[in-house]
């Protein structure tokens, strides 16, 4: 099965700041690799999938990249309603990455 | 538009049987997949697995065999999830999440991103 590694698990970041969230995978997936963002006591929203393509509604401020086995989710400006867990998930297998959340420095 | 209302919290004791409800609305149910996700308290994400709407054919995780199943009832657009003899580690939060399927290879279906969530089932097992 493919495992999903995220980094950093935890991360501390100011309003304004751009933040980047790496997951590696630990075999190549091409870019079936999608991210979604969950708050306290919500259902996750899908982000971004194909690895790199915005799903509709979801600010510009959000981008994602890579393909193979590393990609990233960069958020270019913080704003207060992105302090959040983020997860990565491949669409080979399945499996999610353990998260990072995203907290208020 | 779109949503996946799922049933209420649930407070079941060990070894007892719970089926939660994933009602659709605002799209053709057959059109889309659903996945189930688990989520324990404080932990990550989990893929349980997926069922085709279409054919009513389930894809179960690793981990999710034998006593979880999923079944559908396309007459009123709901799936459901069903976990017969509990224990205290299936205690999580457990959605449905809806997806397009997408030919993975000639002869395997498979499913895409999860685009829309239902808002979660809590299912505790206590004593």
């Known amino acids: 099965d493919i495992q999903l590694t995220q980094s950093p698990s935890f991360l501390s970041a100011s309003v304004g700041d751009r933040v980047t969230i790496t997951c590696r995978a630990s075999q190549g997936i091409s870019s079936y690799l999608a991210w979604y963002q969950q708050k306290p006591g919500k259902a996750p929203k899908l982000l971004i999938y194909?690895?790199?393509t915005l799903q509709s509604g979801v600010p510009s401020r959000f981008s994602g990249s890579g393909s193979g086995t590393e990609f990233t989710l960069t958020i270019s400006s913080l704003q207060p309603e992105d302090f959040a867990t983020y997860y990565c998930?491949?669409?080979?297998?399945?499996?999610f990455g353990g998260g990072t959340k995203v907290e208020i420095k | 538009q779109v949503q996946l209302v799922q049933s209420g919290s649930e407070l079941k004791k060990p070894g007892a049987s719970v089926k939660v409800s994933c009602k659709a609305s605002g799209y053709t149910f057959t059109s889309y997949a659903m996945n189930w996700v688990r989520q324990a308290p404080g932990q990550g994400l989990e893929w349980m697995g997926w069922i085709n709407t279409n054919t009513g054919n389930p894809t179960y995780a690793q981990g999710f065999t034998g006593r979880f199943v999923f079944s559908l009832d396309t007459s009123v657009s709901t799936a459901y999830l069903q976990i017969s003899s509990l224990k205290a580690e299936d205690t999580a939060v457990y959605y449905c999440?809806?997806?397009?399927?997408?030919?993975?290879?000639?002869?395997?279906?498979?499913?895409?991103?999860?685009?829309?969530w239902g808002q979660g089932t809590l299912v505790t097992v206590s004593s």
């Open positions: 194909a690895a790199s």
């Open positions: 999440a809806r997806a397009e399927t997408t030919w993975t290879t000639v002869t395997t279906l498979g499913v895409k991103e999860s685009d829309y």
């Open positions: 998930q491949q669409l080979n297998s399945y499996s």
